[in-house]
C-alpha cells in the first residue's frame, strides 16, 4: 500500500496538533516567561523556523484567547505556572464557606513570588472575572466545595454575647419593676454569657440554650 506524504495544512496539523503555543527561553532555571505566541496555522505563521512541538507549551482555544496581549505569563518545568490566569485565594485550613481572601490576574503580575500554587486556588473564568458587580466583588464573597458563592462572616461569638447580655438586663429590669427574681437557671445562664461576652470564656463555640424558665 502506498502511504500519500502530508503537505501544506495537514502536514502542520501533524507536526503542531495543538494549533496554538507559547515559547519561553528552555535554559532557563526556575520561573521564567513566556517569551511569544505562535498561532502554527496561521497565514504568517513560518512554521520553518519554529522548535518541534514538545519544545512548546501548547494552548488551549480559551488559553490563546486570555494570552493575547497578556505581559506576563510565567512557566515552570516546561509548563505555565497559573494555567487559568484568573483566581480567587482562600485559607485552605478554614473550615467552609470561608471568605475569599485575593483576586489574581496571575498573567498581569511581574512577580508571583506572593501568589499561591494554582493548584491552591479557585480558577476564576473570563466572564466571572469581568464581572465585578456581583461576582468579582470586594467583600461578600467565599469558598464552599470548589465553588464561589456568596458569604456573609459569622458574628464573633463575644459580639453574640454581648448582644445576649444586653437582653439579660432588660430582663433583670422588668424582674424588678414586677418584683420578681431570675430562677437559679437563670442566674447561672446569665454568669456564663457573661464570661463570653468579656472573653474570660475563650474555648466555647456556641451560646448555650436560654433556660425555659427565668423568672421566679
Known amino acids: 500500500m502506498?502511504?500519500?506524504?502530508?503537505?501544506?495544512?495537514?502536514?502542520?496539523?501533524?507536526?503542531?496538533?495543538?494549533?496554538?503555543?507559547?515559547?519561553?527561553?528552555?535554559?532557563?532555571?526556575?520561573?521564567?516567561?513566556?517569551?511569544?505566541l505562535v498561532d502554527t496555522q496561521a497565514d504568517d505563521a513560518r512554521i520553518n523556523a519554529l522548535p518541534a512541538a514538545a519544545d512548546m507549551i501548547a494552548l488551549t482555544p480559551a488559553q490563546w484567547s486570555l494570552a493575547r496581549g497578556a505581559p506576563s505569563i510565567h512557566v515552570q518545568d516546561g509548563k505555565l505556572l497559573h494555567p487559568a490566569r484568573y483566581y480567587a485565594s482562600f485559607d485552605l485550613s478554614a473550615a467552609q464557606p470561608t471568605p475569599v481572601l485575593g483576586w489574581y490576574?496571575?498573567?498581569?503580575?511581574?512577580n508571583v513570588a506572593s501568589?499561591?500554587?494554582?493548584?491552591?486556588?479557585?480558577?476564576?473564568?473570563?466572564?466571572?472575572?469581568?464581572?465585578?458587580?456581583?461576582?468579582?466583588?470586594?467583600?461578600?464573597?467565599?469558598?464552599?466545595?470548589?465553588?464561589?458563592?456568596d458569604y456573609t462572616p459569622p458574628i464573633p461569638l463575644s459580639v453574640q454575647a454581648q448582644?445576649?447580655?444586653?437582653?439579660?438586663?432588660?430582663?433583670e429590669s422588668r424582674a424588678f419593676v414586677r418584683g420578681q427574681k431570675f430562677t437559679a437557671e437563670m442566674l447561672a445562664y446569665a454568669d456564663t454569657i457573661e464570661v463570653i461576652a468579656d472573653g474570660t470564656d475563650t474555648t466555647s463555640?456556641?451560646?448555650?440554650?436560654?433556660?425555659?424558665?427565668?423568672?421566679?
Open 2 to 36: 502506498t502511504e500519500t506524504a502530508l503537505t501544506g495544512a495537514a502536514l502542520i496539523a501533524s507536526a503542531y496538533p495543538a494549533r496554538y503555543y507559547a515559547q519561553y527561553d528552555r535554559a532557563a532555571t526556575g520561573i521564567t516567561l513566556v517569551t511569544s
Open 105 to 110: 490576574d496571575t498573567w498581569a503580575m511581574s
Open 115 to 149: 501568589v499561591p500554587a494554582a493548584t491552591d486556588m479557585i480558577a476564576v473564568s473570563a466572564g466571572d472575572w469581568a464581572d465585578i458587580t456581583t461576582f468579582r466583588k470586594p467583600n461578600g464573597r467565599g469558598v464552599q466545595d470548589g465553588e464561589i458563592v
Open 163 to 171: 448582644t445576649e447580655l444586653a437582653w439579660i438586663q432588660q430582663q
Open 205 to 216: 463555640t456556641k451560646l448555650p440554650d436560654r433556660p425555659a424558665n427565668i423568672m421566679s
